[in-house]
Structures are given as structure tokens and as C-alpha cells.
């Protein structure tokens, strides 16, 4: 079975530009997660989702950050307009309601904000 | 003070050493607990439940101990693919998150 599938895996780009990072879940997998980890700030929740519908937000570091999720199947993370501080690794990670606290994340996507 | 501790380390040891990691938490309603390992450049991934009894998986034993809020892993017979990043983490049920900890550098020399 594929994993947590995640794209770009690199992304580089310029102060003020627009960037969404993509996530495919586990199939079957009820939630997904959304995550950035920094040297200064570790592994920190943006978000996750239900069944598709955002539960809890209260990471997301401001109106600069959204993320939605129109199917079972995909997520997306939109940052606009990226500033430096958003330079990052973001990982999606999902699990299935049976083992909520077990969590399978994608490889993600390193992010650099010029 | 940061929901869960962990000493950054990093913690440098011969192969065939055994090596310990603590780390504690300060919410008392965590109800799950887990070490995630992550390799450099790589994401986390589950490396093992901790239970109140203490458990093992091979040549890895946790224990959770809930008065101290205090968790513990011990690494015995150290390889060289043990380097890894240990994570400490904790569920809440409210609210279904996973909170971790910074993590605890491990290198494994020959």
C-alpha cells in the first residue's frame, strides 16, 4: 500500500509569492494532519480534519495560512503571500479512527522562502 | 515550559552501548504515549507505544511512569542504525492531538 504521498518535495520561492503543498492520505484513513517542524520550534499541529472537515485550526500561525480538504483523498496547505519565517518542513501525516493516536506521515515538503 | 521535555542531547556512544532517554510531560490528562524516531532528512515514524507496565520491543524497553509524568527509553546493543532522532510524544484524547516533544539526538559510532 502507497503511504502518505506529498508534493512538491522542494519548494523554492520568493518573498510575497503564493505556495500549496499537496497531501494524499492513507486510503481508508479517517484524519489528516497537517504539520511544521523548524529547528527553533520542533514538530508543531497546524490543523487536522475529520472526514473532511476541519476540527481544529488553533495552530495555524495566522490569515497567511489555509487549508482545505474537498475530498477523502487530498489536502491542500496554501500559505499567501509566504514570507521568510514560513521556511520550513511541512509533513501531512493521517491515521484511521480505530488507532487515532497512530499517526503514518508523508515525507514532506521543504519549503524556502527567499 | 514546553508541554513535553526532552534533553536535546546529543547523546554519543559506542556500538554495544546501552543508552537511555528520559522525558517528561506536564499535562496530566495525556492518556497515550509513544517514542517516534526520525531519521535526518526523513519524516517521523511510530517506533513504539509506552504502557503503565513498562514494555519491550527487542532490544527497546519503555516505561511510563504516570505519578512523575515521566517517560523513559532504553536502548540496549546500540548499532550504528539506532542514529536516528528519538521523539517523546503524548496523545490527548481531548482534542486527538499528538504533541512532541523537540527530541533527543542519538549518534551510534564504531
Known amino acids: 500500500d502507497a503511504g502518505v504521498i506529498q508534493s512538491p518535495r522542494h519548494e523554492v520561492t520568493e518573498m510575497g509569492q503564493e505556495v500549496t503543498l499537496r497531501c494524499k492520505p492513507i486510503s481508508g484513513h479517517d484524519y489528516l494532519f497537517w504539520y511544521r517542524q523548524t529547528m527553533m520550534r520542533g514538530l508543531e499541529l497546524l490543523i487536522y480534519f475529520n472526514n473532511n472537515v476541519p476540527i481544529d485550526d488553533s495552530g495555524m500561525p495566522e490569515d497567511r495560512f489555509s487549508a482545505k480538504m474537498p475530498n477523502a483523498s487530498f489536502s491542500t496547505l496554501k500559505i499567501q503571500p509566504s514570507e521568510p519565517r514560513d521556511s520550513a518542513v511541512y509533513f501531512c501525516?493521517?491515521?484511521?479512527?480505530?488507532?487515532?493516536?497512530?499517526?503514518?506521515f508523508g515525507p514532506g515538503t521543504r519549503l524556502l522562502v527567499l | 515550559r514546553k508541554e513535553v521535555e526532552q534533553d536535546p542531547g546529543p547523546f554519543n556512544v559506542p556500538e554495544g552501548a546501552t543508552v537511555a532517554f528520559n522525558c517528561t510531560y506536564s499535562n496530566s490528562a495525556s492518556q497515550s504515549f509513544f517514542w517516534y524516531r526520525q531519521d535526518c532528512r526523513k519524516e517521523p515514524k511510530l517506533l513504539m507505544s509506552?504502557?503503565?507496565s513498562g514494555n519491550e520491543d527487542g532490544r527497546f524497553t519503555a516505561q511510563l511512569n504516570r505519578a512523575s509524568q515521566y517517560i523513559s527509553l532504553l536502548i540496549r546493543d546500540s548499532k550504528l542504525s539506532d542514529s536516528a532522532t528519538y521523539l517523546c510524544?503524548?496523545?490527548?484524547?481531548?482534542?486527538?492531538?499528538?504533541?512532541f516533544g523537540a527530541g533527543t539526538i542519538l549518534r551510534v559510532k564504531s
Open positions: 510524544v503524548v496523545h490527548r484524547e481531548y482534542g486527538n492531538k499528538l504533541v
Open positions: 509506552v504502557y503503565s
Open positions: 501525516a493521517s491515521s484511521n479512527r480505530d488507532r487515532q493516536e497512530t499517526q503514518y
